[in-house]
Each structure stands twice: as C-alpha cells, then as structure tokens.
C-alpha cells in the first residue's frame, strides 16, 4: 500500500485535525502518500481529493473543526454515487482509507468495503463517547471541559439568585457528557439516556436540598434523556414543585467548538497512527481505539453494534458527592 486516503465525516469534534496530522505523517513515515478527501462521503462523490505533504497539516494540532470539512452525504446510500467515489479513488491510486468520525462513518464504510474491496480503518471522532472498543472518542474531553466552563458560570449565577437551573448538554443517546459535567460540575442530579430516572425523583432530590438550606441547584440534562430535554424536564419540575425560581441553558454546539486539550491531543496523535499503521499491517473494517491505555482494533461491527454502558460507580458518585 503506498497511497491512502484519510477524511473526516459526520459532526466535528475538537481533536480531529490533530489526528488529520497524525495520518498524514505516519503516512509519509512509511513512505505512503497521503491524500486529504474533503467534506467526507459527499467529497469522495465529487472527487474532492489532493495529495497532502508535511505542510499541508503544519499549525493546527490546536485548531478546533477539521481542515477537511465535514458533510452529511445523502448521496451516499445510493450505489451508483458509492460506484463514482471508488472509481475516484482509483483514479488517484488510492488503496485504503482512514475515516474519522462516529457510527455512521464507519457504517458508510463497512458498506463501501464490502461492495468494492477498500481497505478502511476508523480513528473514533465523536464528542458522544458512544462507541464501543474504546475509553475515549476524540473530541470528548474538550466537549465535557467546554460545558464544565459554562456550568461553572452559571452556578455563580444561581448562587446569586436562589435559583434552580437546567442546563441541556449534547448526547442523544449517550450519557457521558453530561455524567462528566455533571460530576465535575457538582449537579444534584444527572439525566442521561441510559438510565431512567422520574421527575419524582429530581422533584425530590431538589426538595431535600432546599430543606437543608441548599438555595440553589444544578440539573444536568442530557439532551436524549427519556423524560425530554431541559424544557420539557423543568416544565415536569415546576408542576411538582411549584414557585421556585427556574432557568434553562441550553449549551448546544458551543460544545464542538475550541481548541482540543491536551488529553484530546494526545488521544487523536495515537489514534491517527494507529490507523494508518493498522491499515499498513493489514487491518481492515476496524476502528483503533484505546484501552486500558492500549491501543487496540475493534471490528466495525462490534464498534457501531455493542452498546457502551454508562459504568454504575459513576451515577453512584454523583448520588454520594450530591448530598
């Protein structure tokens, strides 16, 4: 294998260009030629590709997004766009590939590898957490320390107001966020996807801290908790509770956005090289990922298929340290 192709797809995390920089020059390492693919799936449709030199990925292990452009490519699911982004890679040589992104991407390319033969190899690029074979997903710590920075803001603000807020963070179907910034931001009370937990329950919760005097609350609301967002979860709350002073923040996507920590660094330079040398030793329909501080390779299959859960010990803490 002498050229490969590297792209990032699905929504941006902080990170990813740091990994962009780890592929491209683990490539010219080997002796491999590295071609940037822009916009993801919907850039290998359009043949959106160049080669990339040492350069060309110079200055921006602390940028935040992706010098590569993300896009969600409808086009994508339908074979004869699939049949025109391999005969682009063709074009240019391009034997394997490693994708950056989440479940979908590797979706994407688990289906391109089995309809043409491409070798693909995923780096996990994903604020959520959400996919197995690996501790972390880049992007993650940078995400949970931007909506710690902002939980800590507001708690000053509901310390000064006697007031309750809920405060909605990313993570549709994963809690991991919003555990995180919830622990780390000492909430009394966390609500994420993977647990149920009633609106009895956060209305007691807040009731025994404002009985000991506690005048003001965190609720950290994962957006695909099963009682609804931070709107619909406050709204419950008031009719339980009746005349206390509630806000609502909702963080959004302020929460992909900034540079990368250095944990997030750290991470995408492993993961980066550890896709490429994956594809180089072989692997394919794998993602790399780190465990127990190792890097190891997971089958797509397993990656998108098996649920992450949320550890129990971590729920617990935050029942411990919320009294």
């Given at each position: 294998m002498d050229k490969i192709g590297i792209f990032t797809s699905g929504g941006d995390a902080?990170?990813?260009?740091?990994c962009i920089r780890a592929a491209v020059r683990t490539c010219l390492f080997h002796h491999v030629v590295p071609f940037g693919i822009y916009r993801g799936y919907q850039g290998l449709i359009e043949n959106e590709i160049e080669e990339l030199n040492s350069r060309s990925v110079g200055n921006i292990v602390q940028r935040g997004g992706t010098i590569l452009k993300s896009a969600r490519s409808e086009e994508f699911f339908k074979k004869g766009p699939r049949e025109r982004a391999f005969k682009n890679l063709k074009a240019h040589g391009i034997q394997g590939?490693?994708?950056?992104?989440?479940?979908?991407?590797f979706s994407g390319a688990k289906v391109f590898h089995e309809e043409?033969?491409?070798?693909?190899?995923?780096?996990p690029g994903t604020i959520d957490n959400d996919l197995f074979g690996t501790d972390f997903t880049i992007g993650f710590d940078s995400a949970v320390n931007t909506a710690?920075?902002?939980?800590?803001?507001?708690r000053d603000t509901a310390s000064s107001h006697d007031r309750i807020f809920f405060i909605e963070v990313m993570g549709r179907d994963s809690g991991y966020i919003a555990i995180y910034t919830g622990v780390g931001g000492g909430a009394e009370i966390i609500l994420v996807p993977e647990t149920l937990t009633s609106i009895e329950e956060v209305s007691d919760v807040l009731k025994r801290g404002w009985n000991r005097s506690k005048r003001s609350s965190i609720v950290v609301v994962a957006e695909g908790d099963e009682e609804g967002g931070s709107i619909?979860?406050?709204?419950?709350?008031?009719?339980?509770?009746?005349?206390?002073d509630y806000r609502i923040s909702i963080l959004g996507h302020i929460q992909r956005g900034g540079k990368p920590t250095a944990a997030d660094r750290m991470l995408a330079g492993r993961l980066g090289i550890g896709a490429v040398e994956g594809l180089?030793?072989?692997r394919n329909c794998h993602m790399a990922g780190i465990m127990n501080n190792e890097l190891k390779y997971t089958s797509f299959d397993d990656a998108i298929n098996k649920k992450k859960p949320i550890h129990s010990d971590l729920l617990k803490m935050n029942e411990i340290l919320s009294i």
């Open positions: 902080p990170g990813m260009n740091a590939i490693v994708a950056i992104g989440g479940n979908g991407t043409f033969g491409i070798p693909v190899v995923g780096a710690l920075d902002a939980i800590d803001k507001i619909e979860v406050s709204s419950k709350v008031k009719k339980l509770m009746g005349k206390m180089l030793y072989g």
